[in-house]
Nanobody
Framework: QVQLVESGGGLVQPGGSLRLSCAASGFTFSRYAMTWYRQAPGKERELVAAISVTGGSTNVEDSVKGRFTISRDNAKNTVYLQMNSLKPEDTAVYYC?????????WGQGTQVSVSS
């Protein structure tokens, strides 16, 4: 059974940090490119950051560049999103996504709220 389980979300003050984790199981994680998306209330889901199968290539969306970092540990079947200098506009549900072998999988999402 394929599972992507996000964790690490929560409520944080502006300027704070969080690290999201996405633990994968049920498929060969090291063959899948991984992506973090987010969806704020009333808005479309948007790509935040992506990482290649080996971790050698990453891409982050312009609004989070310099603040967010994506990484992966293929030995632990886990992808991470380190989020620093958080802003209220980063408030959203963050989703983990896996793409590979012609298949796509989504996690259930984790809520990140940035507020004072």
């Amino acid at each position: 059974q394929v599972q992507l389980v996000e964790s690490g979300g929560g409520l944080v003050q502006p300027g704070g940090s969080l690290r999201l984790s996405c633990a994968a199981s049920g498929f060969t994680f090291s063959r899948y490119a991984m992506t973090w998306y987010r969806q704020a209330p009333g808005k479309e889901r948007e790509l935040v950051a992506a990482i290649s199968v080996t971790g050698g290539s990453t891409n982050v969306e312009d609004s989070v560049k310099g603040r967010f970092t994506i990484s992966r540990d293929n030995a632990k079947n886990t992808v991470y999103l380190q989020m620093n200098s958080l802003k209220p506009e980063d408030t959203a549900v963050y989703y983990c996504h896996a793409r590979g072998d012609g298949l796509r999988y989504w996690g259930q999402g984790t809520q990140v709220s940035v507020s004072s």
